[in-house]
């Protein structure tokens, strides 16, 4: 059993866990995630370490209340357990000096953006952040991100904080200024993650993405995760979760994303009800 340390509503629908999991802590690297499940009812749930503390053996979990699973999360409370909590899985960031590295987070992909961003910048990169959502009171981690950046833009799309506009543009801005990106990692929904690869992609500028399908046991058996990549099956949870992005095929993740929407709305309705 996981105790919750703290809990933390970030921003309307957005909470913050930190959970007592010593083992996880000592081992967890920047990119990686962890698996947990409420009761033994529950679903699995993936989350992206949002940070980690090793001397207080705790990890940072940020999750939306979105479907069912992340609703039933939200309840629980300050000193409440969680029943498992698997991790650290999937591959680590690839983490050295590149010289200037973008890093792009939108919505509640800021949060597994954070512990990336703070790695580069301790291997001695520039680190210029992007981070966006869609309004100013769903802006989360803007403090975090500005102490491990040189420099933090920020965009909404109702212009309510930063430039109105998507991450997009001012990462447009940067590949065409005097500057030398040398890599872009970005994270977020699946259709900015999209348009960011299609924004970098003329400029052979090599991006990575993280990805979070549906995951199930997160060990590479189930086949839940599948991503096509390079036109090869991969598993998200033991080859990735992130990938280059030039080479991820975006078109079937979201029609395999909006597959299991349907699945997932019903769900939640029973619960709430
Ligand atoms: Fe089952 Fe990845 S979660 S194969």
Not at 64 to 83: H, K, N, P
């Amino acid at each position: 059993m996981y105790k919750i340390l703290v809990k933390q509503q970030l921003a309307p629908s957005v909470q913050l866990f930190e959970v007592e999991a010593p083992l996880i802590a000592k081992k967890a690297k920047p990119g990686q995630f962890v698996i947990l499940r409420v009761n033994d009812q529950g679903e699995r749930i993936p989350l992206t370490i949002a940070d980690f503390n090793r001397e207080k053996g705790s990890v940072t979990l940020i999750f939306q209340e979105v479907g069912a699973s992340t609703v039933e999360l939200g309840r629980l409370q300050q000193g409440d357990f969680l029943l498992d909590l698997v991790g650290p899985l999937g591959k680590p960031t690839h983490i050295e000096k590149f010289g200037t590295v973008v890093c792009v987070g939108g919505g509640i992909g800021i949060a597994p953006v954070y512990p990336i961003a703070r790695g580069l910048k301790e291997a001695g990169n520039e680190v210029i952040s992007i981070i966006g959502a869609r309004s100013e009171d769903i802006l989360i981690y803007e403090e975090e991100m500005a102490a491990v950046s040189d420099q933090l833009i920020i965009t909404t799309d109702d212009g309510s904080k930063g430039i109105k506009a998507l991450v997009t543009q001012p990462l447009k801005e940067l590949l065409d200024s005097d500057k030398t990106i040398g890599l872009v990692v970005a994270i977020g929904p699946v259709i900015m993650m999209k348009f960011v690869a299609e924004t970098t992609r003329p400029y052979g500028v090599p991006t990575v993405v993280s990805l979070n399908p549906i995951m199930v046991d997160g060990t590479g058996m189930c086949g839940g995760c599948r991503v096509s990549v390079g036109q090869e099956n991969k598993f998200a949870c033991v080859d990735g979760p992130e990938f280059d992005a030039h080479k991820v095929d975006f078109e079937s993740l979201m029609a395999r994303q909006r597959m299991y929407k349907p699945h997932e709305k019903q769900h939640s309705e029973y619960i709430a009800g």
